[in-house]
């Protein structure tokens, strides 16, 4: 069984109806609609389409909302794309008409980029694909000199190299818009873009909830600033993205990796869920096979523990949308096989436990790593007790038995977890373990006399409960 989970990025390519079910087919965990392109109208039929088909593969599926973010973009140019030549003169004007950019100059959706630039920084256009050194700042105009020259088109990014940027609310207008109508739409997780700190969470969660949504909330870790309140961004979220297009721009790309493994490691230990992302498969946007470079990075994040790796334009305008998410399952699977089984020793024991159902959580997980368990069954209302298990490294599966459609998608970002249909409520109490039994039969193809650990509450039906812990055998 795959643990770690695939999400594909939704877009011109599966809107092909034979390509999104290849995708789903081909193992995608959830779906994710980036908000930084298209309308709502496109949305909400990708977002009908997808529960169709999922709901037509029996496959139980997440929706991931990505909003756009207060991104520094530029505006459009007058002829369509241009080439900048190294050591041209090129500058950024704010106050310029919003298509008429050219060779010499493009507009901007930034107004205070004079501010916060001075002679000597870098701009980078396109996740750093060119580059420019800024020389003066005159009025609206940011005059800069090409290091690093190619093409550019309509809308681009901009970074500054080292941060320092985006003196403005992670939320804008039109996030706050987004944002409660995708919690209206149902959607299941949120990604919340250019995170500064904790207040941003909170904001978007109150956002949600004033618009009758549910939908658990990712943030996204792409600004310098970011990484200096990571702990307390960590704990306001009920997800983190390594977002490593504009982290890798704004901290350098020779320290990237070892940011990817510090802020994995330190979501998976305040009990969060990790999401990789950025250019993994990049090269499958046009060929059939990843390189061997890919290989290895997917596989790097696999090891280091995330929850879930993240395909974008590879699924999204890509040629071979379901064949990368093929790929990327294979790889999973491949690098899962070299990481240790199951632990000979276990953090659980780290600090005090907050809750009753953590401690139950985490005695399970030690419990089936030390016996000859083969899987563990949690019954669960919100999901948060698999997601406790799922943060100790084990090759068994967790499955989570839930009787909300919303607590069984979200679960699907979780590493190792298997969401369950099952609902503990419309079961007899003295009959509930032979229905446990039945539905692990099912879903995980265990067989009788497969040892199992199953944990639940003494009072069904509300969440927060879970108080005990349970270890049988599957009755014939």
């Not at 100059?105 to 396109?126: K, M």
């Not at 990368?324 to 632990?343: F, N, T, Y």
């Not at 406790?388 to 977890?417: C, E, K, N």
Request: proline letters at 3%; aromatic letters at 4%; charged letters at 25%.
């Amino acid at each position: 069984m795959r643990r770690t989970k695939i999400i594909a990025t939704l877009g011109p390519a599966t809107d092909r109806p034979e390509v999104l079910r290849g995708v789903l087919e081909n193992g995608a965990d959830a779906l994710r609609l980036n908000f930084s392109h298209g309308d709502w109208d496109v949305r909400y039929r990708r977002i009908a389409e997808v529960r169709e088909a999922a709901a037509e593969l029996g496959r139980c599926v997440a929706l991931l909302g990505d909003l756009q973010g207060p991104k520094i973009r530029i505006a459009g140019f007058a002829n369509g794309p241009v080439r900048l030549e190294d050591g041209a003169d090129f500058f950024f004007d704010h106050e310029l008409d919003a298509h008429a950019g050219d060779v010499h100059g493009v507009g901007l959706n930034f107004t205070t980029l004079g501010e916060d630039v001075a002679p000597g920084d870098t701009l980078l256009l396109d996740d750093g694909n060119v580059e420019l050194r800024v020389e003066e700042t005159r009025g609206s105009r940011v005059h800069c000199r090409v290091v690093h020259g190619g093409v550019v088109s309509d809308h681009k990014g901009v970074n500054k190299r080292g941060g320092g940027l985006l003196a403005v609310p992670a939320l804008t207008e039109e996030d706050r818009r987004d944002l409660k109508l995708a919690a209206e739409a149902e959607l299941d997780w949120i990604a919340v873009s250019f995170v500064r700190d904790g207040a941003d969470i909170e904001t978007a969660r109150q956002l949600i909830r004033e618009a009758g949504g549910s939908a658990h909330i990712v943030a996204k870790i792409e600004r310098s600033e970011a990484l200096d309140n990571l702990d307390e961004i960590v704990d306001a979220a009920d997800a983190v993205m390594v977002a490593r297009g504009d982290l890798g721009i704004e901290t350098g790309y020779e320290g990237l990796i070892g940011q990817q493994k510090s802020i994995i490691r330190r979501a998976r230990h305040r009990h969060r869920v990790v999401i990789t992302a950025t250019q993994m498969m990049e090269s499958m946007i046009d060929r059939p096979m990843p390189t061997r470079a890919e290989v290895s990075d997917v596989s790097n994040a696999v090891m280091d523990g995330t929850d879930a790796v993240m395909l974008s334009a590879e699924s999204a305008v890509g040629e071979y949308a379901a064949e990368a998410v093929a790929a990327m399952a294979s790889i999973c699977e491949g690098a899962e096989a070299w990481m240790p089984g199951r632990m000979e020793t276990s953090p659980v024991t780290e600090g005090a436990f907050e809750r009753v159902d953590e401690g139950i959580a985490k005695a399970a997980m030690y419990a089936a790593n030390h016996m000859d368990v083969r899987a563990i069954a949690a019954l669960t209302e919100s999901g948060a007790t698999a997601l406790w298990m799922s943060r100790i490294r084990s090759d068994l599966p967790i499955f989570a038995l839930t009787r909300h459609p919303g607590t069984q998608r979200r679960v699907t970002l979780y590493r190792g977890v298997v969401p369950v249909a099952f609902d503990v409520t419309e079961t007899q109490p003295d009959l509930l373990f032979r229905a446990v039994f039945e539905r692990l039969r099912e879903a995980g193809g265990l067989e009788a006399r497969d040892l199992v650990i199953i944990t639940k509450g003494a009072i069904t039906g509300v969440s927060g409960h879970t108080d005990s812990m349970t270890v049988l055998p599957i009755e014939d």
